[in-house]
């Protein structure tokens, strides 16, 4: 005779942890095809949950396809108001980013995060990609 184990007994050699998701990162991407016009608002996104990004928004990241002409800065808001920004120096395709007070940020459920371009255009920066970190408030 065969012996099987019992039903739905995975062996212990493949039994994964999981991990508590209220402690994993999530990740708010955005995408800008082209260059972006003048105080162009081109990412919205409203908060299902509370989160909070880290100082100056560490683990984030923007790069883009075309570098800048000229140092380009974009502002990054919660409800509107200024929370920090994303900056493409002159010659770079790949940005940096600064929080207002160089502290976490904090957006509770229902709150709207805001990417706006700068008020005048540069000449070359274009097909900007933007990925924002956070983890949940618990």
Known sequence: SLNYPPPFEVPVAQRAVLADPDSLNVAIPGYLIGKPANSAKYLRYTMTRALTFPANFAGSAA??????????????????????????????????????????????????????????????????AVSLVATPTV
């Open 63 to 128: 790069t883009a396809s075309a570098t800048a002409t000229a140092s380009t800065t974009m502002d990054i808001q919660k409800n509107g108001v200024s929370c920090g920004t994303i900056t493409f120096a002159l010659g770079a395709a790949v940005a940096t980013f600064v929080s207002s007070g160089g502290a976490a940020v904090s957006f509770a459920a229902g709150a709207v995060l805001g990417i706006v371009a700068q008020a005048s255009q540069d000449a070359t920066l274009a097909d900007i």
